[in-house]
């Protein structure tokens, strides 16, 4: 419908944050933290459509069309390729990619023959590594990466964290930040031409409603 703005979110975390988001924009959005195998939810009295779908497919729905708009974490986008316009950060799901390692490690990048990095986002730690010149061996994983240099599958990981604590609790160490990642706007370019008198003030009303909260 052309007078709807359709929004893929993912589920958990952000899709909870997105809806207090939305709560602080003036829309109550509550019928969708309920518990629900439901995957569509409309509101026509606000003109939004939601589609819940897996973080990793937000980014697809959006650039494809089948939403307009999608919230999604900035690991995601770093991780793919996509041709999406990203306006706005929106502060929250905040954490980082880091390099970690084995409290003991010792590891000398420069000196390492044959390093093996374990990871979920195998883009992200390839261009990372080959930005500093150091050939590697990068090991895709879709579980626990923490378990790897433990077994001597790999002598680093590279992943996400919040508070570290799971890495602590393996004895392993982060020894250098990626990148900060937060939750990101994102928005299909055809339909930013086609519903810019919906979209430009959906955009800028979610702008003034972020919550001045950086990161901890």
Do not use: W
């Amino acid at each position: 419908m052309a007078g709807e703005i359709r929004m893929a979110l993912p589920k958990g975390r952000l899709m909870e944050e997105g809806v207090e988001l939305f709560s602080r924009m003036g829309y109550d959005l509550s019928p969708m933290l309920e518990e629900s195998r439901k995957l569509v939810f409309s509101f026509p009295r606000y003109g939004f459509t939601f589609y819940i779908v897996r973080s990793q497919d937000v980014p697809t729905y959006v650039e494809y069309g089948a939403a307009d708009v999608g919230i999604v974490g900035k690991d995601v986008l770093m991780e793919g390729d996509y041709d999406l316009y990203e306006p706005l950060d929106l502060g929250f799901g905040y954490c980082r990619m880091v390099v970690a390692q084995p409290m003991d490690g010792g590891l000398n990048l420069e000196d390492r023959v044959g390093l093996r990095v374990a990871t979920k986002y195998p883009r992200i730690a390839r261009d990372h590594y080959h930005s500093k010149g150091v050939a590697v061996e990068v090991i895709k994983l879709y579980g626990s990466v923490e378990l790897a240099p433990l077994t001597g599958l790999a002598h680093q990981i590279v992943d996400l964290v919040s508070t570290g604590r799971t890495l602590r609790e393996n004895r392993l160490e982060e020894v250098e930040t990626i990148a900060e990642i937060t939750a990101r706007l994102v928005v299909n370019r055809s339909s930013l031409k086609t519903k810019f008198s919906l979209l430009d003030p959906f955009i800028q009303q979610m702008e003034s409603s972020l919550a001045p909260s950086p990161p901890p």
